[in-house]
């Protein structure tokens, strides 16, 4: 769902269709973890687990994930500036 949506307006912007698709991937296995994730809540339903304590477990490897997609798509970039259009 997210790949018909937004490769269409980032490829209209510009983009390279491979950072376009590694971002929107990362972006999608982003979303399991940093809360409110549904699918935390229903493996700690299922796991019998405290819902509150998966939730929190989750932010800070969320964060780390972030940060690390961030700097290595502003890597990929720096190293070659076609990937992605001028600000």
Known sequence: ????????????REY??????G?????GGLAMMI???????ILAAIGKLSIGKI???SIVPGIMMAVLYL???LG???L????APRL
Do not use: F, H
């Open 16 to 21: 390279s269709r491979d950072l376009s698709m």
């Open 35 to 41: 809360p409110p994730s549904a699918l935390a809540v």
């Open 76 to 78: 990929r970039c720096i």
């Open 80 to 83: 070659d500036p076609n990937l």
């Open 71 to 73: 700097t290595y798509i």
């Open 55 to 57: 939730l929190i477990a």
């Open 1 to 12: 769902m997210l790949g018909t949506m937004l490769l269409p307006q980032l490829e209209k």
């Open 23 to 27: 971002a929107i991937m990362a972006g």
